[in-house]
């Protein structure tokens, strides 16, 4: 596709991966494109409504899950019972939650990571430089406003598909 990854994941069997900026349903594409050149298994959490028919199989394959977004359902602690399950997970979320422009990122990776214990890792879906930048990992301080202004800062600069959302 022409994309180039710059950065390397993390050999570590469990961790978060926080992918931005999210402004396009291209996003998913390049994102599911890099997660097979990678050969990386990774669980990603959707809208319910992108998994009904004609695509409801493939996003599961691909390692989606629904969320019913229309109400509360303690997703947090659904996934983090998940990570405690498996041996291995990678889990990867758009830290908006919506394609739309946000003034404050959601915080379910946050919480997630910092219940687990495990490390977040910043991957830019940078439109502008044709890169997929993988970013160090960030561990958690329990400062949940500090440990935020620093993760955007690791994507300042990077230009989403549509930069004006």
């Known amino acids: 596709m022409g994309w180039r990854v710059e950065g390397e994941l993390p050999n570590l069997p469990k961790f978060v991966v926080i ?7 291209w996003d998913f594409v390049v994102g599911i494109t890099a997660k097979v050149a990678l050969g990386i298994r990774v669980v990603f959490l959707g809208k ?5 028919f004609p695509l409801g199989p493939l996003m599961r394959q691909w390692g989606g899950v629904p ?8 997703v947090v602690s659904s996934i983090v019972a ?3 399950r498996r041996d291995r997970m990678v889990l990867a979320l758009a830290p908006e939650g919506t394609r739309k422009r ?3 990122w959601r915080t379910g990776f946050y919480h997630i990571a910092h219940a687990v214990g495990v490390p ?3 991957v830019a879906l940078n439109f502008g430089e044709r890169a997929i930048q ?13 440990d935020l202004v620093e993760l955007q800062r690791r994507f300042s600069g990077v230009r989403g598909r549509r930069p004006k959302v």
């Open 48 to 52: 319910d409504s992108l998994f009904r």
């Open 102 to 104: 946000v003034e404050r």
């Open 134 to 146: 993988i970013g160090a990992p960030f561990t958690t301080t329990g400062d949940l406003e500090r």
């Open 120 to 122: 977040i890792v910043p």
């Open 67 to 74: 969320v019913d977004r229309t109400a509360s359902h303690d």
């Open 82 to 84: 998940e990570f405690a």
């Open 19 to 25: 992918a931005a900026p999210h402004t396009s349903n």
